[in-house]
């Protein structure tokens, strides 16, 4: 086996059974576990419907650390921490592993996602073309292990989905979200991550589904006005602080989509 997902499940999750559904039901077998810095019955009664194995993280220090965490879960190669609320498509797990078998000197490897909003499966709005227009450089394969093209895919903003993702152990450190950061943690990573020589691999195919409602954490956070403030602590990364100030500000607007 070469490919695991670790669902990471936080206290209880009306959507958290159809996510396990879709990463058991792959076109090829991937390990599924569950991870956790929340137990609770409704968890371990999911986890004991599809015989699967909770990781209980003891040491809640912030969503970063949960993601570092549901990383180590994984005992195989690549690792995919996917979230409680979204869904992967059929395919997600196989062309994941084809890219990797690709290329194995990738870091990351992700393809695109469509949003999900009242049940529905949205694949055009203005986030989503923003975001593809901003991995346009990622999509160079032979060119996607320079570190100025991994950086220019994020400068002006964090277009890779984080429960998109799937990681090369062999090519990230031990800490990768390790941060104060609340929304931005998977943005901090990938700046962290584009340092690194090896391939950032993006799949320029829809596969899997973000799902966007009221209670989500995204949501939340974007009506408290801090996504902006941590994007200009991460744009400040790329850029002097007043042009990332601006950017931020642009940056922010694109985000009402969630709202719409």
């Not at 699967?52 to 912030?62: P, S």
């Not at 690549?78 to 592993?97: C, G, K, N, P, S």
């Not at 990768?176 to 584009?194: P, T």
Request: net charge positive; hydrophobic share 35%.
């Amino acid at each position: 086996m070469i490919h695991t997902f670790v669902v990471l499940a936080y206290k209880e999750s009306r959507f958290l059974e159809e996510c396990i559904k879709s990463v058991l039901d792959q076109s090829i077998k991937s390990e599924v576990v569950i991870a956790t810095s929340t137990p609770n019955q409704f968890i371990s009664e999911m986890a004991e419907k599809y015989n699967l194995q909770i990781f209980v993280n003891e040491e809640h220090k912030g969503i970063g650390y949960d993601f570092d965490f549901a990383i180590k879960c994984g005992q195989t190669k690549l690792v995919t921490v996917a979230h409680q609320d979204d869904i992967y498509d059929r395919t997600y797990a196989e062309e994941m592993v084809k890219a990797y078998e690709s290329q194995k000197k990738s870091i990351i490897i992700f393809p695109d996602y469509y949003e999900i909003k009242h049940g529905k499966k949205v694949y055009k709005n203005r986030n989503l073309r923003i975001k593809n227009i901003l991995l346009m450089p990622l999509r160079m394969r032979f060119l996607s292990n320079r570190k100025f093209i991994k950086r220019c895919a994020l400068r002006l903003g964090d277009a890779i989905s984080c429960p998109a993702v799937t990681f090369n152990k062999d090519r990230i450190p031990d800490e990768v979200f390790a941060c104060d950061l609340k929304c931005n943690v998977d943005w901090f990573a990938w700046e962290k991550l584009s340092k690194r020589e090896g391939y950032f691999l993006y799949v320029h195919k829809p596969l899997m589904g973000h799902r966007i409602y009221g209670e989500s954490t995204t949501t939340e956070i974007i009506k408290d006005n801090l996504r902006t403030k941590e994007d200009y602590y991460v744009l400040c990364k790329f850029w002097p602080k007043p042009i990332a100030k601006v950017i931020a500000k642009v940056y922010a607007n694109s985000e009402k989509s969630n709202d719409e």
